[in-house]
Nanobody, 114 residues
Framework: VQLQASGGGLVQPGGSLRLSCAAS????????MAWYRQAPGKQRELIAA???????NFADSVKGRFAISRDSAWNHVYLEMSSLKHEDTAVYYC?????????WGQGTLVTVSS
């Protein structure tokens, strides 16, 4: 499974941004996809995940502000971010779980600044 994240950029506080993760390869075996982020000087953290049955989970820090969605074939997973805060600044990574193996995409930088 190969993952390509995109959509990062500079956004003002209170703004919105949509990240995309394009999956390719043996994607029919994907069980779950997730978004992580890593802020400068901090550990990478799980912020949102979606399962094959459509069940979504969110970190408390983004609950109510972020939404995760996917297409039916796991070709793309999206992270809709709204009401962005300075503390949302981080490199965002997508991850796929397939047949017990975790795959990572490269990160996309989100900077929230006025």
């Amino acid at each position: 499974v190969q993952l390509q994240a995109s959509g990062g950029g500079l956004v003002q506080p209170g703004g919105s941004l949509r990240l995309s993760c394009a999956a390719s390869g043996i994607i029919f075996s994907i069980d779950r996809m997730a978004w992580y982020r890593q802020a400068p000087g901090k550990q990478r953290e799980l912020i949102a995940a979606v399962t094959g049955s459509g069940i979504a989970n969110f970190a408390d820090s983004v609950k109510g502000r972020f939404a995760i969605s996917r297409d039916s074939a796991w070709n793309h997973v999206y992270l809709e971010m709204s009401s962005l805060k300075h503390e949302d600044t981080a490199v965002y990574y997508c991850q796929a779980l397939s047949s017990g193996i975790y795959y990572w995409g490269q990160g996309t930088l989100v900077t929230v600044s006025s």
